[in-house]
């Protein structure tokens, strides 16, 4: 089982900050099968990435996503009131599919 | 409105069971691949069932396999999730996520609020 592991936990940051979320994988990814998700409280999760670094549909250039192997990062580039969330990664190359954690986007 | 809408969580004690429903709209509900994926409280989420548009495959996760089973109904553009044996490590909120493509990607386009389910006595 491909164990994903994402840091920081938490990001404390300001609205028009960058954000730099890491998800690292137990063993290599196959294909770069690895998609990340946004969490608001009481909303649907809603895909943003998958494929390492496809944009979802709808989703801002300000998302971004990239890595191989073991090592990803999704990156947001100035924050918006909106991204403050949870963003989890998940590993769809191999079964079982996993997710990671979470790492929480706070308001500094 | 593109949209998933569970219902049918609540408390159940150990040994119960319990169905839970999904409700799609705005998309063609038949053409796609559809999965339940749940979140126990402070843990990941947890991908646990896959339903192909035609009902067939089927696939479960080891955790819940024997007591669980996935079915749609695409007339009804519903699905559905019967839990039989709940133990109180199924506490959890369950998600419907919809895999919008005919064959799976396994990763998940649409997803609802969830329906929290509490396995307790």
């Known amino acids: 089982e491909v164990v994903l592991t994402q840091s920081p936990g938490t990001l404390s940051l300001s609205p028009g900050e960058r954000a730099t ?17 946004q969490q608001r409280p009481g909303q649907a999760p809603r895909l943003l990435i998958y494929g390492v670094s ?4 709808g989703i801002p250039d300000r998302f971004s996503g990239s890595g191989s192997g073991t090592d ?7 924050l918006e ?10 590993n769809y190359g191999s079964s079982p599919l996993t997710f990671g954690g979470g790492t929480k986007v706070e308001i500094k | 409105e593109v949209q998933l809408v569970e219902s049918g969580g609540g408390l159940v004690q150990p040994g119960g069971s319990l169905r839970l429903s999904c409700a799609a709209s705005g998309f063609t509900f038949s053409n796609y691949c559809m999965n339940w994926v749940r979140q126990a409280p402070g843990k990941e989420l947890e991908w646990i069932s896959y339903i192909s548009p ?17 079915s749609r109904d695409n007339a009804k553009n519903s699905l559905s999730l019967q839990m039989n044996n709940l133990r109180a490590e199924d506490t959890a ?22 329906t929290l389910v509490t396995v307790s006595s």
């Open chain 2, 93 to 114: 909120v369950y998600y419907c996520a919809g895999d919008l493509a005919r064959s799976p990607r396994w990763f998940f386009d649409l997803w609802g609020r969830g």
């Open chain 1, 72 to 78: 990803f990062t999704l990156t947001i580039s100035r």
């Open chain 1, 54 to 57: 496809s944009r979802a549909n």
């Open chain 2, 54 to 70: 035609s009902s067939s495959p089927i696939y479960y996760a080891d955790s819940v396999k024997g007591r669980f089973t996935i």
């Open chain 1, 21 to 37: 979320l890491s998800c690292r994988a137990s063993q290599s990814i196959n294909s770069n099968y690895l998609a990340w998700y």
């Open chain 1, 81 to 90: 009131p909106e991204d403050f969330a949870v963003y989890t990664c998940q």
